[in-house]
């Protein structure tokens, strides 16, 4: 079992439905939690993204990250599962 991945979402959300299925299609467990029905979520999707609602918003190992707009290079890159090409150019 890998890291324990949190994504704070909504359910109108097509990032939210992007990252959702791209993390089920790598095989990767996580705790999905919509900010519209979890109390405080909503408070803290903001505070990690300096007052910004953003969706997807991560969780893991203590570090919190956006993935809004979705961008699968930069999710593989935060999950530690990027290739060559997912690098970024220096």
Known sequence: MGPKIRMYTTSWCPDCHRAREFLRE???EFEEIDIEEVPDA???VMRVNSGKRKVPTFEL???NFS????DPSLLRR???MASAADKPLS
């Open 61 to 63: 190992e203590g570090r």
């Open 42 to 44: 909503v408070e803290f």
């Open 67 to 70: 993935c809004s707009p979705f």
């Open 26 to 28: 790598h095989g990767l």
């Open 78 to 80: 935060e999950l530690g």
